[in-house]
């Protein structure tokens, strides 16, 4: 049997069957082990967060009504910003709110702004900023005995890392589809997968992985180029592939892309546009990581003044952060992800939390007999898997 196999053979299959054992294992849907009961399969959860990034997750008008603002106007601002997404203007309205509430000592607003500031936040894919600010907010209500608002807290952060699991999720399926459309590319078939790649680019770009949205440009060219002979949309496909990678400083994959495309579609006016829009993207880049990194530093300064007791002026500083963000384009703080088996990997702990936290708000909202939240987190845990 032996002489039979290759000897290539004898030292690579020992080092590639942990890595696919590893990814079958986190890819798999087999729930039988799991001990949670699913309702009727994943794709019920994977269509309820498809509906929720159409529609807001959360009660916009109910959550601003329990912070029973005095300033009319900032209300109608924060509500006009939450229902056109631009969530990190609304965060910066909803910092100052709290600020004035440390100022003031209301603890009640406070809590009930840092809840709605996590909201806002996993809306935004914001996850690590969500959880600070759902802990504050549980903190504050562990801290004067509010029992609703502690449920409402380890609701949310429940929902927190239910959303960081389909993200997830959703990142290795779209991994998965792109290595299968490359398969079918290389084997000579073609069938479908045109239709394939399209969806790849939506789903990454949804969760905002543009190198994966990049490399999936690239195939689609490669496949014009093979089936349809089009040589003129496989140009095109390059280009945009470009285009992600200058926005997220990626320059030698422009470089490459650039230098490859077929110059008998673009006349030297054409390649020197196409220069130009790619040195914008990057400038654009670049001035995104000099406010995000002043962004940083405001932060740190907030801690140290927190630190040293001088909450106002710390306060000053969470605001002048949030501020500096806004300014930045949606990329920016998307630039750089997590490799796939990593990702999914950390949201294994991401389920166990979301048990952990879910299993708490379940208990309270049980003990107290408010049956619609308790709906609510049930509904919530079976979608965990």
């Given amino acids: 049997m032996r002489r039979y196999i290759p000897d290539h ?4 299959i020992p080092v590639l069957a942990p890595m696919f054992a590893v990814h079958y294992f986190l890819l798999r849907d087999d729930d039988a082990n799991s001990g949670i009961e699913l309702v009727d399969g994943a794709a019920l959860y994977h269509d309820y967060w498809r509906l929720s990034q159409n529609e807001a997750e959360f009660d916009i008008d109910g959550e601003l009504e329990r912070l029973e603002l005095d300033d009319r106007g900032r209300d109608s601002l924060i509500r006009e910003l939450l ?4 969530y990190q203007l609304a965060r910066t309205q909803l910092l100052e709110i709290a600020a004035a509430a440390v100022a003031e000592d209301d603890q009640i607003r406070l809590g009930g702004t840092m809840l709605l500031l996590g909201e806002v936040a996993i809306n935004q894919q914001e996850l ?3 959880e600070i ?3 504050e907010a549980l903190y504050l209500a562990m801290s004067r005995d509010d029992v609703m608002a502690t449920a409402r807290s380890y609701q949310l952060l429940g929902q927190l890392n239910i959303r960081a699991r389909e993200l997830a999720r959703q990142a290795s399926n779209t991994w998965d589809e792109l290595w299968q459309a490359r398969n079918s590319i290389a084997r000579g078939y073609y069938r479908g997968v045109n239709e394939n790649l399209q969806s790849v680019i939506a789903s990454n770009l949804e969760i905002r992985r543009y190198g994966a949205a990049a490399d999936a440009w690239e195939a689609l060219a490669s496949l014009h ?3 349809h002979d089009d040589g003129y949309q496989a140009q095109q496909a390059r280009i945009e592939a470009a285009r992600l990678f200058a926005s997220t400083g990626q320059m030698s994959h422009v470089r490459r892309l650039v230098d490859g495309l077929d ?3 673009y006349s030297d006016i054409d390649m020197a546009e196409i220069e130009r829009e790619m040195q914008g993207l990057f400038e654009e880049h670049l001035d995104d990581l000099g406010k995000t990194s002043q ?4 932060q740190m300064l907030y801690h140290h003044y927190l630190r040293n007791g001088q909450v106002e002026r710390a306060w000053k500083f969470r605001i002048k952060s949030s501020e500096m963000l806004a300014s930045t384009s949606d990329r920016s703080m998307f630039q750089r992800q997590g490799d796939i088996i990593a990702v999914l990997y950390n ?3 991401a389920m166990d939390r979301a048990k952990k936290y879910l299993k708490q708000a379940d208990a309270i909202y049980s003990d107290s007999g408010v049956s619609e939240m308790l709906e609510q987190t049930r509904e919530m845990e079976s979608l965990i898997y």
Avoid: G, H, I
């Avoid at 053979?9 to 690579?12: E, G, W």
């Avoid at 962004?295 to 405001?298: I, K």
């Fill in 263 to 265: 110059r008998s579609y």
């Fill in 225 to 227: 180029e093979k089936v």
């Fill in 83 to 86: 229902q056109q997404e631009k």
């Fill in 295 to 298: 962004a940083r530093d405001y």
């Fill in 128 to 130: 690590a900023s969500a």
């Fill in 9 to 12: 053979a004898v030292t690579t």
């Fill in 347 to 349: 949201s294994n702990f």
């Fill in 133 to 135: 600010y759902l802990q």
